[in-house]
């Protein structure tokens, strides 16, 4: 199976239609009571001291300090937004989520619920919900660097924002010159927009800024060889993507830029093994298949280069199709086929949250169709046989939140 790009897989086209149940409440187990001295704390005094703890990033800490203030009183909005924001830095995703939700719900104006729950859905794929949520922030507080900054990433690959894209990280660079990860960023936009001496430019100085960071490594280490890959160049990329995967050996990104390099140089062994390895590594990776069929070429294989090129070609055509059912499905959310078609898409792709969400979409408009339930009832029986059925709680609550919020 093929999963879609991450280009794709960012913009999440799901919405929950009627019948769905709210989010469950927030699962926890209720702290001891309080004894002593705490048991007799003012509320503000202990949602001091549990923020005091979260800033020093003791999380499991801060996440217990917030739900005894929670059980106490459990519309504190304070309480829910720090209970967030510890339990999302603990990676509990979908507690978070119910979590900051919540708190929004009784206070729509607390600032890091939101661009908490932003990033929770920005990392989930909803990027177009990430959006609206972060456009509403940087209205609020058009001088934040963050927001600025995570609502670029949000616009990063809509090819009608590219030039809104720039504005926005030039404006966040321009508040906070010395955050390496914006002007990495920054450069990203500018390739989009073919200026490539700039962006460059804006690699060279976040490198110099984080020397030792893998992401900025690796896209200037990529940048070299798709731009005037003269020798000298080829050097330096070699260099910055070996230093990526002497960090992260699995890393099929710098895997498949060590390919190329090889390549170049027609060290057909080399490019061979990592190119082989990249896919290993990530079979959705197109770029790799094509240039391992490139370097099966030149190594007289055309046996395995055709079974690269076949496995480019699948990935390149399930990437088209996904999007193409996307597309359909936002301008006709309630056709039963489209959703139908969806949802064995992302079986298709491995995305089986989505697709569990798209077959209850597709039975709610279609409840008779019992060729349907039985697809459904076969994914989550095998998906349970092997351990791997998701959690729904999130995925629906985030859906139904952000339908209700438009």
Same mark, same amino acid.
């Given at each position: 199976? #093929? ?14 239609? #009627? ?26 005094a202990l949602l001091k001291d549990a923020d005091a703890i979260l800033a020093q990033k003791r999380f499991p800490e801060a996440e217990k300090a917030y739900l005894q203030i929670v059980v106490r009183d459990p519309k504190s909005a304070q309480a829910l937004q720090g209970l967030g924001l510890a339990l999302s830095s603990q990676g509990k995703t979908e507690q978070a989520f119910l979590a900051l939700d919540k708190a929004l719900k009784l206070d729509p104006h607390l600032s890091m619920a939101q661009f908490t729950l ?21 209205? +609020? ?7 600025? &900054? ?13 030039? +809104? ?23 990203? @936009? ?37 731009? #005037? ?8 990329? +070699? ?46 990776? @197109? ?7 490139? @370097?099966?070429?030149? @190594? ?26 996307e597309e359909s499905a936002r301008a006709r959310l309630k056709d039963p086929a489209l959703r139908l078609k969806l949802a064995r898409l992302y079986v298709q792709g491995g995305q089986n949250a989505r697709a569990i969400n798209q077959y209850q979409v597709y ?24 351990? #791997? ?16 919020? &438009?």
């Amino acid at each position: 199976s #093929q999963a879609p790009s991450a280009q794709t897989a960012r913009r999440e086209l799901d919405r929950l239609e #009627q019948g769905h149940p709210d989010p469950s409440p927030i699962a926890t187990t209720p702290p001891l009571p309080l004894e002593g001295p705490a048991s007799l704390a003012s509320p503000l005094a202990l949602l001091k001291d549990a923020d005091a703890i979260l800033a020093q990033k003791r999380f499991p800490e801060a996440e217990k300090a917030y739900l005894q203030i929670v059980v106490r009183d459990p519309k504190s909005a304070q309480a829910l937004q720090g209970l967030g924001l510890a339990l999302s830095s603990q990676g509990k995703t979908e507690q978070a989520f119910l979590a900051l939700d919540k708190a929004l719900k009784l206070d729509p104006h607390l600032s890091m619920a939101q661009f908490t729950l932003a990033h929770l859905y920005y990392d989930q794929g909803f990027v177009d919900e990430a959006a609206h949520r972060m456009e509403a922030l940087t209205k +609020e507080a058009p001088n934040n660097g963050e927001y600025l &900054h995570a609502l670029a990433l949000c616009y990063l690959d809509d090819t009608t924002r590219y030039l +809104e894209t720039e504005e926005l990280l030039k404006r966040a660079v321009a508040r906070e010159p010395k955050r390496a990860e914006y002007l990495r960023d920054m450069g990203k @936009a500018e390739i989009n927009l073919t200026h490539s001496a700039d962006a460059e430019n804006d690699y060279r100085q976040a490198l110099a800024l984080d020397p030792g960071n893998p992401d900025t490594q690796l896209a200037l280490g990529s940048f070299l060889l798709d731009h #005037q890959p003269t020798t000298p160049r080829l050097q330096e990329a +070699e260099r910055l993507l070996q230093a990526v995967t002497a960090k992260d050996p699995a890393n099929a990104d710098s895997l498949l830029g060590l390919g190329r390099v090889a390549l170049s140089r027609s060290d057909i062994p080399s490019a061979l093994a990592y190119l082989q390895k990249a896919v290993a590594r990530n079979p959705n990776l @197109a770029a790799g298949w094509y240039q391992l069929a490139r @370097a099966f070429d030149r @190594a007289g294989d055309g046996t395995r280069a055709k079974d690269c090129r076949t496995a480019f070609q699948n990935i390149t055509n399930y990437r088209r199709e996904l999007s193409s059912a996307e597309e359909s499905a936002r301008a006709r959310l309630k056709d039963p086929a489209l959703r139908l078609k969806l949802a064995r898409l992302y079986v298709q792709g491995g995305q089986n949250a989505r697709a569990i969400n798209q077959y209850q979409v597709y039975l709610n408009l279609a409840p008779a169709d019992q060729a349907g339930q039985k697809e459904l009832q076969n994914l989550t029986s095998r998906l349970q046989a092997e351990g #791997q059925m998701p959690s729904m709680n999130a995925l629906n609550g985030m859906l139904l939140a952000s339908r209700k919020a &438009h």
